[in-house]
């Protein structure tokens, strides 16, 4: 019986969990845990999200990949024109955020190019 109580009740946060880790619309903040990246802010509106970093204001569309990865696709992105340096950096998989985890308005992500390649982790803060 209290095996059973445990599952339920790990079946049921995790289910929570899941639910709430998700971006939703809104402004946000990105702050790195290495000091090399600046941090970015966000807004995100459907499945949208418009960097808006020093004014600049590109538009990236999400592409959830599983209930807690997703990548953003530019929506300007040329693939005709690709350089060979992004040809090899691009075979090395692409780029994608996982969700860690998630406390009140804050998700923990890690940024990575596969799935053992690192290339930062931070945190996204809900401030609107």
Do not use: W
Not at 23 to 51: A, E, P, Q, V, W
Not at 63 to 72: C, G
Not at 89 to 115: Q, V
């Amino acid at each position: 019986m209290y095996r059973l109580f445990c599952i339920l009740t790990v079946f049921l946060f995790s289910f929570k969990c899941t639910d709430k880790c998700q971006l939703r619309n809104g402004k946000y903040k990105m702050t790195f845990d290495d000091r090399i990246y600046s941090d970015k802010y966000f807004l995100i509106k459907d499945s949208i999200l418009i960097n808006q970093t020093y004014g600049l204001n590109t538009e990236y569309r999400i592409e959830r990949l599983s209930d807690k990865t997703f990548r953003l696709i530019s929506k300007n992105e040329k693939t005709d024109s690709i350089s060979e340096l992004e040809e090899l950096l691009n075979s090395a998989g692409t780029p994608f955020y996982e969700i860690t985890g998630c406390e009140n308005d804050t998700l923990k992500f890690i940024f990575r190019r596969n799935l053992h390649i690192t290339i930062s982790s931070g945190k996204i803060i809900r401030t609107e």
